[in-house]
C-alpha cells in the first residue's frame, strides 16, 4: 500500500507539471484523446499489428508525370485501420500502374490555347482497367490515355478547347468542349468540372449521349441512364470506350476470378432483406454541377 | 489499491499517452513512412496505435518586423520559452573541399542558358527511329549498300582462305565455347562474335599491308554540336567500338549525286516534333566539338564504327530506334571532323566530303551503314544533304541452338549453328576493306 501510495502521488506530480509543456498542444491533445481512447483495463501485451503507413498510397505520390510503369502495391481491401473493409479483393497478378492524363485538354510548356494534334503511338491492354489504353506522343511528350473504340496505331488525334458557333463534326477520338459538339454525338470521359480532369464514362465499352445544350451548360445521359448537366466548356471525348466486347466475355473458372484479384465471396446463406430484388422506379432527378450564383449554397 | 491507482493512472495517462502518442506519430509520420514499412512488434500497452494520423501542424509564420530587435537565446546557450530562435548567419568554407559540395540550384550554375539544348546520348530511344535521325541531321536515305562495296565483297581477291569454315567456327565459338555455363548472354556473345570477325578481317594484313596503317578504340566520348531551325542540337556519349586509320575514307558518291540531294525533301512527321525523346538541357558547354582524340593521335581519320546492340543492359533498343542511333552516331563523328577541318562555321558545301561507315549488330542480325557528310549548314531544310546508304536486318546465320528444337517428336531446328549466309560476312569484310584495296 505504501508503494501504492507513492506511486499515486509521483504520478499526480508528474500530471501537474507536463501541462506546462505542452500548453500549445492542448487542443491537439483533447482531440486525440477523443480519438485514441487508452485501453487500459483490456491492454493486450503487445501489439503485432504493422504500422500505420502501410495502406498510404505513397506508390503513386510523385509529381513528375511518366510513361514508364510504376510499380503498384495492392490493398487487399484493406483500409487505413488494417481491417477489410472491402470484401472480396485480394490476390491477383501483379499489376504495374500506368500513369493515365485524364485531363485531355493539356497544353504543353509554351503552347498556350491552341488546338493541337497527338499522333497515336500504340494501343494496348492495361491490368487496372477494363479499357484499353493509348500512348500518345505530341510535340515534345508522350502520355498514356484511355483509347476509345476504333483508335490504332498511327492515327491523329485532336484536341481543342474553342467553342465556334457552328457544332463540329467530330472524328472519333478527338476531345472538344461540350458546347462545340453537335446534339446526340455519344461522348466518353467526361469532366464534369472544367480542367478538373475526367472522372466519368471510363470503363470499356461506356459512352453517354449529349442530349441537349441549354444557355452555357450541355445535359449529357450517363451510361445509367441519369442525365447530369455540365458547364459546356467541360472536354469530353467522342466515340465509345475501347474493349467493347468486355462484358461478353466468359470467366469460365474461379482461378481466372483470383487472377483479377478477386476473392470468392462468403458462402454462408444470409437473409437478403429489402436491398436485394429488382426494383423498378423513376429515374433520379437530374443532377446538376453547376454553381449558379443564384443558388445559395447549403 | 486498485480504483485508487486506476484513478490517478486515468488522469495521468491521457496526458502521458498522448505525449507518447504524438512522439510515435511524429515517429511514425515525419519521414512519410519510409523507415517504417517494416512490420514491427510494437510493446506499449496504454494506446492504440490504428487511429488516423492527424495531418502535420503547419509551423507558425515567423513575421519579420523590420527595426525590431529580437531578443534570442543564443546567450543563454539553452532554449528559454518565450525567447526567439536564434538565426545564425550561413557559414562558407573558405576553401574548396570535394567531399563536402553542395552544387548550387539549376539557375545560378554559371553555364546556364535560357535557350535548351537537345543533346542525343547514348541512351536515347528516339520515338521516330530514323526518321528522325534523317530529319536531325538533314539526311538523304539510300537503302542497298553503294555499288562499290558489293564489287569489293565480290571480288575473290579480298577474300580469305577457307572464309565460311572460319567464320562459322568464329560463330560457334562467341555462342557455344566462351562459357561455363550452359550459354552465354547475349551481351557476352555479341562482343565475342565482333571481336572474333575483326580478327578474321585483320588476318588479310600481309594482301593489304594498308590494314597495318589502322587501330581500333573504345569507350571514346563523342561530342559535337549544330545547330537545326532555330534549336541546338548536340551529340555526346560513349558510342561503341571505333575503327581509326591514318587516311581518309574515299568518297562513295560523285560531286553530281551530291549536286542532286538538293531536290530531295526532308521527311516531317507532325505532330510529333523531332526534339522528342532528346534530352533538353539547360546547363550546357557551347560549340563543344570533341572527336574523342587530341590533336595530335596518329589516326585522326575515323573509318568504321561498330556498335553492338546488347552491351547497355539500362538501354535495350528496338532494331528502329538502334539504327537511329547509329546514324546519329556517325553524324556525330562526321561533324566533329568536319569542325576540326573546316571550322566551326557552317559551311554549304564541303570540298571534301567526309565518309564514315558503321556496323551495327545484335550477335545475329547486322546492319551496314555508310555516311557521307556533305555539309554542315544544317539550319535550313533545303540545299545540299548528307547521304546515308543502310542495309538493314541481314542475317549472318538463322539458329544457333545449344539445344535442338523438337515438336511433335520432329526435329525442327538441330542443334548448332544453322543457316548460315556467306553474302553478310563479304560485307562486313568490303566496309573493312574499303580504303585499304
Redesign the interface.
Known amino acids: 500500500?505504501m508503494a501504492?501510495?507513492c506511486?499515486?502521488r509521483a504520478?499526480?506530480s508528474?500530471?501537474l507539471s507536463?501541462?506546462a509543456l505542452?500548453s500549445s498542444?492542448a487542443v491537439?491533445?483533447t482531440?486525440?484523446?477523443a480519438?485514441?481512447?487508452?485501453?487500459?483495463g483490456q491492454?493486450?501485451?503487445?501489439?503485432?499489428?504493422?504500422?500505420?503507413?502501410?495502406n498510404?498510397k505513397?506508390w503513386k505520390q510523385s509529381e513528375k508525370y511518366t510513361i514508364k510503369p510504376i510499380g503498384m502495391k495492392k490493398t487487399g481491401g484493406r483500409d487505413?485501420?488494417?481491417r477489410i473493409r472491402t470484401h472480396g479483393i485480394g490476390g491477383g497478378h501483379k499489376q504495374k500502374y500506368r500513369c493515365i492524363d485524364f485531363q485531355r485538354l493539356r497544353y504543353e510548356a509554351d503552347k498556350e490555347s491552341q488546338p493541337?494534334?497527338?499522333?497515336v503511338?500504340e494501343v494496348r491492354y492495361d491490368p487496372c482497367r477494363s479499357a484499353d489504353i493509348a500512348l500518345l506522343?505530341?510535340?515534345?511528350?508522350?502520355r498514356w490515355i484511355i483509347a476509345t473504340e476504333n483508335m490504332q496505331a498511327g492515327d491523329?488525334i485532336k484536341t481543342s478547347g474553342v467553342i465556334g458557333r457552328m457544332a463540329v463534326s467530330a472524328n472519333e477520338g478527338d476531345a472538344y468542349p461540350l458546347g462545340a459538339l453537335p446534339v446526340g454525338t455519344l461522348v466518353n470521359n467526361l469532366e464534369i468540372q472544367p480542367g478538373k480532369g475526367s472522372e466519368y464514362i471510363r470503363a470499356a465499352g461506356t459512352s453517354g449521349v449529349l442530349l441537349r445544350k441549354v444557355n452555357g451548360t450541355a445535359i449529357v445521359q450517363l451510361p445509367s441512364k441519369q442525365q447530369v448537366q455540365v458547364l459546356e466548356t467541360c472536354i469530353v471525348t467522342v466515340g465509345r470506350v475501347s474493349n467493347i466486347d468486355h462484358n461478353k466475355r466468359i470467366i469460365g473458372k474461379a482461378g481466372r476470378n483470383r487472377w483479377l484479384g478477386r476473392r470468392p465471396s462468403s458462402g454462408l446463406w444470409q437473409r437478403k432483406g429489402g436491398w436485394a430484388g429488382r426494383k423498378i422506379k423513376p429515374l433520379p432527378p437530374m443532377k446538376s454541377f453547376i454553381n449558379l450564383p443564384a443558388i445559395s449554397a447549403k | 489499491?486498485f480504483p485508487?491507482?486506476?484513478q490517478?493512472?486515468?488522469?495521468?495517462?491521457?496526458?502521458?499517452?498522448?505525449?507518447a502518442?504524438?512522439k510515435d506519430l511524429r515517429r511514425?509520420?515525419a519521414h512519410?513512412?519510409?523507415s517504417?514499412?517494416q512490420?514491427?512488434?510494437?510493446?506499449?500497452?496504454?494506446?492504440?496505435?490504428?487511429?488516423?494520423?492527424?495531418p502535420p501542424?503547419k509551423p507558425r509564420e515567423k513575421v519579420e518586423i523590420p527595426g525590431l530587435e529580437m531578443i534570442t537565446y543564443s546567450e543563454r546557450m539553452h532554449y528559454v520559452p518565450g525567447l526567439s530562435k536564434p538565426v545564425f548567419p550561413s557559414w562558407e568554407r573558405e576553401y574548396k573541399d570535394p567531399g563536402h559540395y553542395r552544387s548550387p540550384p539549376l539557375q545560378e550554375m554559371p553555364l546556364h542558358k535560357e535557350k535548351p539544348c537537345y543533346v542525343y546520348n547514348q541512351r536515347t530511344n528516339a520515338?521516330e527511329g530514323v526518321h528522325q535521325a534523317l530529319w536531325l541531321t538533314k539526311t538523304k536515305l539510300i537503302s542497298g549498300l553503294p555499288p562499290q562495296m558489293l564489287s569489293l565483297a565480290e571480288n575473290p581477291a579480298n577474300q580469305i582462305p577457307d572464309q565460311n569454315e572460319r567464320v562459322q567456327n568464329a560463330i560457334r565459338h562467341a555462342r557455344f565455347w566462351d562459357t561455363t555455363e550452359e550459354r552465354p548472354g547475349i551481351d557476352k556473345y555479341s562482343n565475342t562474335l565482333l571481336f572474333n570477325l575483326l580478327h578474321l578481317c585483320a588476318t588479310l594484313q600481309s594482301s593489304h599491308p594498308a590494314i597495318g596503317r589502322r587501330i581500333l578504340a573504345e569507350k571514346y566520348s563523342l561530342a559535337a554540336t549544330w545547330k537545326r531551325g532555330e534549336d541546338l542540337f548536340q551529340i555526346r556519349g560513349q558510342n561503341g567500338l571505333l575503327y581509326n586509320s591514318m587516311d581518309p575514307l574515299p568518297e562513295v558518291s560523285g560531286k553530281q549525286e551530291v549536286a542532286d540531294t538538293t531536290d530531295h525533301i526532308l521527311e516531317d512527321?507532325?505532330?510529333?516534333?523531332p526534339?522528342?525523346d532528346l534530352q533538353?538541357v539547360h546547363v550546357y558547354n557551347e560549340e563543344v566539338n570533341c572527336s574523342g582524340f587530341r590533336g595530335d593521335y596518329p589516326y585522326p581519320h575515323a573509318h568504321t564504327l561498330y556498335f553492338i546492340g546488347g552491351a547497355d543492359t539500362h538501354c535495350k533498343l528496338q532494331p528502329e530506334q538502334f539504327r537511329a542511333k547509329m546514324v546519329m552516331f556517325t553524324f556525330g563523328n562526321a561533324l566533329a571532323r568536319a569542325h576540326k577541318l573546316y571550322g566551326t562555321q557552317p559551311q554549304r558545301v564541303l570540298d571534301r566530303p567526309i565518309t564514315l561507315q558503321a556496323v551495327g549488330t545484335n550477335g545475329r542480325i547486322f546492319h551496314f551503314m555508310v555516311f557521307q557528310l556533305n555539309t554542315t549548314d544544317l539550319s535550313g531544310d533545303d540545299g545540299i544533304k548528307n547521304q546515308v546508304w543502310l542495309d538493314k536486318d541481314v542475317e549472318l546465320y538463322e539458329f544457333a541452338k545449344v539445344r535442338p528444337l523438337i515438336k511433335k517428336k520432329q526435329v525442327m531446328v538441330p542443334a548448332g549453328l544453322a543457316g548460315y549466309k556467306p553474302e553478310t560476312f563479304s560485307k562486313f569484310l568490303a566496309l573493312y576493306l574499303h580504303g585499304a584495296v
Open positions: 500500500m501504492v501510495s506511486l499515486t504520478l499526480r508528474l500530471t507536463q501541462p505542452l498542444q491537439a491533445q482531440k486525440l484523446g480519438q485514441a481512447p487508452c485501453s487500459l491492454c493486450r501485451g503487445f501489439l503485432t499489428t504493422a504500422p500505420l503507413e502501410q498510404r505513397h487505413y485501420s488494417g493541337f494534334e497527338e499522333k503511338v506522343a505530341g510535340g515534345k511528350r508522350k491523329i | 489499491m485508487e491507482t486506476v490517478c493512472l486515468k488522469t495521468a495517462a491521457p496526458l502521458f499517452c498522448q505525449a502518442f504524438l511514425l509520420s512519410g513512412g519510409a517504417c514499412l512490420a514491427r512488434r510494437h510493446f506499449g500497452v496504454s494506446r492504440c496505435l490504428t487511429a488516423k494520423v492527424p501542424p520515338l512527321f507532325y505532330p510529333v516534333s526534339t522528342i533538353e
